[in-house]
């Protein structure tokens, strides 16, 4: 069965260091992935998808995932991280005849000063 | 180009009350989803709507809720009767296509909190 693991609930980083979100995924098939932000009482936000081509794939705001199929992975990072960035992340998988979205549990990022 | 548009915002009912919860998708988009996120969750898929057409609707718990699209643009979601546990956001997206290939997007609204007390 597909599913996302984010192994990460809860990530606490300082402003201006680097950020790495984890995901892994498990699909039969060629997945379509995708990271989506969700600020506090606000809907998801999509940061970037990975379709096919190159597996370094850049997003909004300063963000890049790289996909590695041999890990089955999606991990989502930035360089500098900002206080605005604090916010929930999901990771999400989905693609082919099903047509539905697969979402991980979430990683919550908190950002200190 | 206004986004998907979702109300109420936030509802509180009683317990075996009955809601319902309403979606404009983005113009021309014809596929249609309602998902629902419990506190602490990802996303769930509740339906999906291929224009006017259900073409998932695995998920949904059919002895209490059900959905409309009629006319393949808005959607209507409803509980009855709401129980505690239906306490979560529900959250509406649509995406230009249907996902053969997978190579599209869903686009979500702000969602719709729903407590039940």
């Known amino acids: 069965a597909q599913s996302v693991t984010q192994p990460d609930i809860h990530i606490t980083v300082s402003e201006g260091a680097s950020l790495e979100l984890r995901c892994n995924y498990s699909?039969?098939?060629?997945?379509?992935l995708f990271w989506y932000v969700q600020s506090p009482g606000q809907g998801l936000q999509l940061l970037l998808k990975?379709?096919?081509?190159?597996?370094l794939v850049q997003g909004i705001k300063g963000f890049e995932a790289e996909f590695k199929r041999s890990q089955s992975s999606f991990n989502l990072r930035k360089p500098s991280v900002h206080w605005s960035d604090a916010a929930e992340y999901f990771c999400?998988?989905?693609?082919?005849?099903?047509?539905?979205?697969?979402f991980g549990k979430g990683t919550k990022l908190s950002v200190k000063p | 180009e206004a986004g998907v548009v979702q109300s109420p915002r936030y509802k509180i009912i009683e317990k075996k009350q009955p809601v319902a919860f309403w979606c404009n998708p983005i113009s021309g988009h014809n596929t249609l989803y309602w998902y629902r996120q419990n506190l602490g969750q990802g996303p769930e898929l509740l339906i999906r709507?291929?224009?006017?057409?259900?073409?998932?609707d695995s998920q949904l718990p059919k002895d209490r809720f059900s959905a409309e699209r009629l006319k393949g643009v808005d959607s209507t979601l409803k509980i009855q009767p709401a129980e505690l546990g239906d306490s979560a956001v529900y959250l509406c997206?649509?995406?230009?296509?249907?996902?053969?290939?997978?190579?599209?997007?869903?686009?979500f609204g702000q969602g719709t909190r729903l407590t039940v007390v």
């Open positions: 699909y039969g098939a060629t997945p379509y």
């Open positions: 999400a998988v989905g693609g082919g005849s099903q047509g539905n979205l697969i």
């Open positions: 990975y379709f096919s081509g190159d597996t």
């Open positions: 997206a649509s995406s230009l296509d249907r996902w053969i290939g997978g190579a599209t997007e869903a686009f």
């Open positions: 709507y291929e224009n006017e057409e259900a073409v998932d």
